[in-house]
Structure formats: C-alpha cells, structure tokens
C-alpha cells in the first residue's frame, strides 16, 4: 500500500510558477511510475505528465510541455511537479499517482494506476 499526500498548491498570478511536491510513505517509490493528473471543475481528469521509476524517462501533455517538469528524488520517496509560465486554463486539482511496475512503461492514463493522492488546488489569476 502506498500513500500519496500533496502539496505546494495555491494561487498564482499568470506568468507565475508553482512546484509541486507528492509525498510517499509506506513503499519506497523505486519501482513505481508516477505521473500528475489535473481536473479542472466540469472538466475529466487529464493527464499532464509522468515520470519512470529511475527519474531517467518523462512525458508531458502537449499542453504543459516546456512550461511544467516533473521530476523525482526517490532517497526523499517525493515526486516534483515544477510549473512556470502558468495560464489561468492551468487552474485545477492536481493529483499524484503512482503505478506498479511491471507492467513497465510510463503511465499515460489514469485507469493505469493504482495509488492516488487527495489532490492540491492550483489557481491561476489572470
């Protein structure tokens, strides 16, 4: 079992930056994909990015590429979600989430992990 707890969300100005942290316990994170997920109200749960278990492979949604990064630092078992550039469509809970491996392969869909986190507001002011 694996427990996964937000933070660093907020509100920010447009054009500002946010870094987001997702906190492990009870598993050490080595061996687990991660990814972030937003939903904005009215909205699906979307995808945005994740991360493979070794930190060393990564993918973003179109839409966040080159303004977001995710990264990891499993000594600390926390995952980072670093966002600049942030636009008012930003605005949503975002969730971490960690998926078991095998099977391997980064995580693009949320039917494909197994741990979710509560969810941290990010709002984004124009």
């Known amino acids: 079992q694996v427990q996964l707890v937000e933070s660093g969300g907020g509100l920010v100005q447009a054009g500002g930056s946010l870094r987001l942290s997702c906190a492990a316990s009870g598993r050490t994170l080595t061996n687990y994909v991660m990814g972030w997920f937003r939903q904005a109200p009215g909205k699906e749960r979307e995808f945005v990015a994740t991360?493979?278990?070794?930190?060393?492979?990564?993918y973003y949604a179109d839409s966040v590429k080159g303004r977001f990064t995710i990264s990891r630092d499993n000594a600390k078992n926390t995952v980072y979600l670093q966002m600049n550039t942030l636009k008012p469509e930003d605005t949503a809970v975002y969730y971490c989430?960690?998926?078991?491996?095998?099977?391997?392969?980064?995580?693009?869909?949320?039917?494909?992990?197994?741990?979710w986190g509560q969810g941290t507001q990010v709002t984004v002011s124009s």
């Open positions: 989430a960690a998926k078991m491996t095998p099977p391997y392969g980064l995580g693009y869909n949320d039917k494909q992990y197994n741990y």
């Open positions: 991360i493979s278990g070794s930190g060393g492979m990564t």
